[in-house]
Nanobody
Framework: QVLLVESGGGLVQPGGSLRLSCSASISFFSLYSMDWYRQTPGKERELVAT???????NYADSVKGRFAISRDNIKNTLYLQMNSLKPEDTAVYYC?????????WGKGTLVTVSS
């Protein structure tokens, strides 16, 4: 059974930084494409950053230059470093694992950017 657990969310002031983690209980974690999504009430879930096998990393235009996705295939952990945070980055952040047509989601971690 695949289990994804996000952590690292919280309250931060505009301009601040946070690092999110997604701990994955997955066999062969390095073979999974991993994504970060976010969602605010009343809006669709938005793709924020991807770490795709054979493709590399990619980012939504709204976070390019501020966010960085990375992974530790030994620790089975995905990260999202978020810098220069803005109030519009406030959302619940989710990680997703994809392989062979199967996808798995964590339950999310809340990030609030406010003064």
């Amino acid at each position: 059974q695949v289990l994804l657990v996000e952590s690292g969310g919280g309250l931060v002031q505009p301009g601040g930084s946070l690092r999110l983690s997604c701990s994955a209980s997955i066999s062969f974690f390095s073979l999974y494409s991993m994504d970060w999504y976010r969602q605010t009430p009343g809006k669709e879930r938005e793709l924020v950053a991807t770490s795709r096998i054979g493709v590399g990393t990619n980012y939504a235009d709204s976070v390019k230059g501020r966010f960085a996705i990375s992974r530790d295939n030994i620790k089975n952990t995905l990260y999202l470093q978020m810098n220069s945070l803005k109030p519009e980055d406030t959302a619940v952040y989710y990680c997703r694992a994809v392989r062979s047509g199967m996808e798995y989601w964590g339950k999310g971690t809340l990030v609030t950017v406010s003064s």
